[in-house]
């Protein structure tokens, strides 16, 4: 188990870039097996859950190199169709080798995938989209798959407009015979930027970034060069940071269409930034104050389905928030345990108050103080290293490495902004 130690009080400023968006190199590693050809993915970020997605694929039959975030990447045959109990425990997205497994192989056996626990995260519509298009599938804590004639498209509609879901639909479509409509599909940016890698491959998707897309199966892909897009949840969590901490940042590798309700949502924290075509400028000296709704009423900040508020950045933005002047209630509509993290927060002196598993209303400005925690989960992970940041004292962060999952070179780029953190290893 690894450790974080930070001290509270730094000066946050300077300039950070961002990683290779960690949500879509993950379906894209899996979408890769699809190609005989060789594929180069560039931006791709060095973490946990990257090598990991890189470890089953090799097992698949994967040969590939990773150095400096290029990843050379070639399947040419296909070892075997069974992904192990162990493999699919490291991760969430393991479960998205099932749809290039059954598309070259006609058969695919995985184990339910392991991941943050944040409360209820169903497969339902990974099992509705993959037995729509033609799959076959047995058993219960092992889920086996065979098509020996193929997928065929149809039109589908996904009764939630779940991310992996949408990404496993667009993986097994995209060759499958004739065309398959997906209705209520998934429109956040790693999407968007999976179908774009799909067609860089010689698919033929359209509408990817709305709730409707469209996938004309084609008979086979091809090797390709493709530049992932920045990590937007990353970005979002290093201007949490700087807005926490009165910092001034400037964050690059952003794009613009990625961060309009996050500037949207700062806005109502009282935290003003400036959005260019690459790059996120947060200016310092601001003293934030939560913006009353009208007729002085407390404002709701909540989640949804892209392009609403990602769930990803509840976290960050609830610790932000504890240092604005004011009362802001925080509405988690997506997963039921990702609020409890705010305990932690209640015991560093946060003025919270949580009203169910969905809603915690916060009020600030509060003086935090250093206390030893442990990381529950990715988000909320890197929500606590902020909050020790702003606090009065050295605090002690333990499972440090399920952060490493989601944040490349965490502490090297706090080190570079101004905080002052450090590495405890067993």
């Known amino acids: ?49 990257v090598r990991t997605m890189l470890d089953i694929a090799g097992e698949l039959g994967a040969e590939f190199s990773f ?25 969430r997205t393991s479960i998205l080798f099932a749809a290039p497994l059954i598309a070259r192989c006609g058969a695919a056996e995985l184990f339910p995938p392991g991941g943050d626990v944040i409360g209820r995260r169903r497969l339902d519509g990974h099992f509705y989209g993959l037995i729509k298009l033609g799959s076959a599938m047995s058993g219960d804590e ?24 949408t990404e496993q639909i ?31 491959m010689g698919g033929r998707i359209t509408g990817a970034g709305s709730n409707t897309i469209e996938i004309e199966g084609v008979e086979k892909l091809h090797g390709c060069d493709y530049t992932i897009a ?18 001034e940042l400037t964050v690059h590798g952003t794009a613009p269409r990625h961060n309009w309700m996050l500037r949207r949502v700062f806005e109502r924290l009282g935290v003003a930034m400036e959005l260019y075509s690459d790059r996120i400028i947060l200016p310092g000296g601001q003293q934030p104050k939560i913006q009353c709704d009208f007729g002085g009423h407390i404002p709701q900040i909540s989640d949804g389905p892209w392009p609403q508020y990602p769930s990803d950045m509840m976290s960050c933005s609830i610790v932000a928030a504890t240092q604005c002047t004011g009362t802001v209630m925080f509405f988690e509509k997506m997963f039921e345990s990702r609020i409890y993290f705010a305990d932690r927060l209640i015991s560093m002196g946060a003025n919270a108050i949580v009203c169910d598993p969905h809603r915690v209303v916060i009020t600030g400005k509060a003086q935090l103080h250093a206390v030893t925690m442990s990381s529950p989960d990715i988000r909320a992970g890197m929500a606590m290293v902020i909050a020790a940041l702003c606090a009065k004292g050295t605090s002690t962060i ?12 965490l502490c090297a780029k706090l080190t570079a902004i101004g905080a002052e953190i450090e590495e405890l290893r067993p």
């Open 142 to 165: 092992t889920y086996r798959f065979h098509a020996p004639g193929g997928l065929f498209g149809r039109e589908l509609f996904l009764d939630e407009a779940s991310v992996t879901a």
């Open 170 to 200: 667009l993986i097994a479509a995209v060759t499958a015979k004739g065309k398959t409509t997906l209705y209520n599909a998934a429109g956040e940016p790693h999407v968007q930027d999976l179908a774009q890698l799909l067609n860089a």
């Open 398 to 409: 333990h499972s440090a490495e399920v952060i490493y999952r989601g944040y490349e070179n």
């Open 230 to 247: 920045g990590d937007h949840i990353e970005a979002g969590s290093f201007l949490a940071l700087a807005a926490a901490t009165g910092g």
């Open 67 to 91: 150095k400096n975030h290029v990843l050379k990447f070639r399947c040419r045959d296909i070892r075997t169709t069974k992904v192990s109990r162990e493999m699919c425990s490291r991760n």
């Open 1 to 49: 188990m690894q450790s974080l130690r930070v001290k509270g009080g730094a000066e946050i400023r300077g300039s950070v870039t961002v990683s290779g968006n960690k949500n879509a190199a993950l379906p894209m590693i899996a979408a890769l097996l699809l190609a005989e050809e060789e594929c180069v993915l560039r931006n791709v970020p060095d973490i946990l859950d």
